[in-house]
Nanobody, 125 residues
Framework: QVHLVESGGGLVQAGGSLRLSCAAS????????MGWFRQAPGKDREFVAA????????YYADSVKGRFTISRDNAKNTVYLQMNSLKPEDTALYYC??????????????????WGQGTQVTVSS
């Protein structure tokens, strides 16, 4: 089992930046990939970005490409989401997720087996 704790959310004006962090603990040696999802009020949870833990390959939703960057620090068992040029439509509860088995899929909630509690990001216009 992997335990995930997110941090770094907050309130920011449109055009601003935030960096989210997700610290993993527990059986971190089993992590194959980590990702970020978000859920806005009244909407389904959606994929934002993912990273292959060992190789560092990254994957993004079209809506955030060029604005968000996912990265990881293997030594700290931490994944980051740098969010630039934020828009009001980025407002959501952001969740960190981890997968502890091998897969080549990254975009669905079912592709991950551990989840954090979420951190709120609010972008004002």
């Amino acid at each position: 089992q992997v335990h995930l704790v997110e941090s770094g959310g907050g309130l920011v004006q449109a055009g601003g930046s935030l960096r989210l962090s997700c610290a993993a603990s527990g059986r971190t040696f089993t992590i194959d990939a980590m990702g970020w999802f978000r859920q806005a009020p009244g909407k389904d949870r959606e994929f934002v970005a993912a990273i292959r833990w060992s190789a560092g390959y990254t994957y993004y939703a079209d809506s955030v490409k060029g604005r968000f960057t996912i990265s990881r620090d293997n030594a700290k068992n931490t994944v980051y989401l740098q969010m630039n040029s934020l828009k009001p439509e980025d407002t959501a509860l952001y969740y960190c997720a981890a997968r502890t088995y091998y897969s080549t899929n990254y975009y669905g909630e079912h592709d991950y087996d551990s989840w954090g509690q979420g951190t709120q990001v609010t972008v004002s216009s």
